[in-house]
């Protein structure tokens, strides 16, 4: 096949998935996989900011690698971390503020990680840890070093270096198929195969590091083991040697003309570089992935006619071909099945009960009407979900792999799109306040050593938590289909909650429960960055797992225990709330502000 042709069948598979094979090659470049270079540029034009003057947070974080031999071997420990501690205050002193909003990166969880990281002070604390074993720093800062370089090594092995079989995966779907699912990011850790994928990459780049050693041994054997991806994105399963042999195999007498193949994007490289790499990620990388796939394709077809050696492992078919409607109904015959079935007819309730139960997802009290909407969600749930692989729209996963009890399934099956009775959510609102006091006294008890009665109340709960998650729960209730909406809505609820409750607080009682200056992202020290991403995690926590969770256990407790332990549980709050309004909860670690240290250092009351 010619070279023109086999680009236009990759022009036309690239337009098909413009937007997912554009993702894909930029996450790779970001991760340092491939195409690295795209992003130079933009490197450089950090740099050259930097250089004149103008501050920039990002530019602030230099990357520790080079850090490690510039003060653990040619300095001590102990001098190094005065030197931390120098940085850590000179840090607090060149906070960027824009009005209230501060960029500040001394205290609290994402702070912590940011300075470990950009002044080295993990490797601090490891060496410093290993000294205090064995006496001597020699020894501790070469275990150190060690340990953080096996660290990255395993990192790059494992994840980086084998996101190019992912990105080759999600390239050979593409040719066939009308859609490439995002979780196909997932591959190789769904199917196990992960570590195989990784060692088989790292025996090939160590081939290649000797093959450097001759004269122009390296440049011959780049293009020799140039189809291990593609042949690891058919068959992670394959052995390292036998990849390595198969691609060998496949490109004897074909290494000029792969080189070829790479001169001819040299023009679209030179645009992109003359656009400071913008065309090279919304193009030109793409473009080349999908036209070097086509050119797989081209060859493995001719390995398999020839019978070369190991040919004979790839063998996912289903890749190059659909899938014919008899294999379809073999594999996927309990979903066909469940399809063929009558819908099942939900009973609709009284018009003010059904508005509540479609927008809140509130029902008085569990029946037969929420037995049959239970019944008719499943059932709507798995059609839509193998929709496309019933249609021959998407790769049919069950033919290389069906995992006996996916994360995916083990949610579907609490049904978290179900209804919540009136006493089902007073309880959860009981056990979210709860679980939020506990961790506020837990982590104030392991970081202090000392217990105290965290928030407004005296009562062992935190209502904000339970408050939050019960307005996620039911005002994001049309939202639960779509995790992604629902995750950044979540944030802002939350973000909106916590600000004005502060605001109400410190009005109210003229004090401060807490207070986030310092804290990286933070507004007028009543929200940060760090508090609102827990709640965004927590908040899809609780709506696809916990709330299920408990739900269905309430579900399996007569009525007649339920009403009163609610009503009970509300009498007892309803009188922590009216005394607290006159004798709130206040005393060392929940309102003092010590020296140098913040109100409090948590997220709620």
Partial sequence: MKRKNIKKIARHNFKKHYIIFVLVCLISAFLGAEFSETLDNFRFLGTQSAAKGQYSYMSSIPFTTSSITDEFIYKRIDEFQKNYEETLRENEKQNWKIKTLEFGRQQGVLAQLINMNSSGSITVILMA???SLIGSKGVASGIGIALVLIFVLLIWVFFVNTFSVVTRRFFLEGRIYKKVPINRFMFLFRNKNFIKAGVSLIVRDFFLLLWTLTIIGGFIKYYSYYMVPYILAENPRIGPLKALRLSKAMMKGRKWEC????????GWRLLGALTLGIFNFLFTNPYYTATMTEYFVHIREIAKEQNLENAYLLRDKYLYQPACEESIKKKYADIIELKEMPEVKVEERNTLWQFISDFLG???????KEQSYIQALERENKIKHFENILNGDEYPVRFIYR???????????????????ICSVILMFFVFSFMGWVWEVSFHLVTEGKFVNRGVLTGPWLPIYGYGCIMILLLLNKLKKRPVVMFCVAILLCGTVEYLTAVFLENMYNQQWWDYHGYFLNIDGKVCAE???????????VVYFVAPLIDTLVRKISLKVVIPICVILVMIFTCDQVYSITHPNTGKGITDQSAGTTVSQHTDT
Avoid: A, T
């Fill in 362 to 368: 509130v029902i008085p009290s569990y029946d037969k």
């Fill in 531 to 541: 508090g609102l991403l827990v709640f965004g995690i927590g908040g899809m926590f």
């Fill in 403 to 421: 995992p006996k009890h996916s994360i995916r399934d083990k949610i579907e099956s609490l049904h978290y799109l179900r209804h919540y009775s």
């Fill in 259 to 266: 080189f070829v193949y790479d001169l001819s994007f040299i």
């Fill in 129 to 131: 840890s290993v000294y």
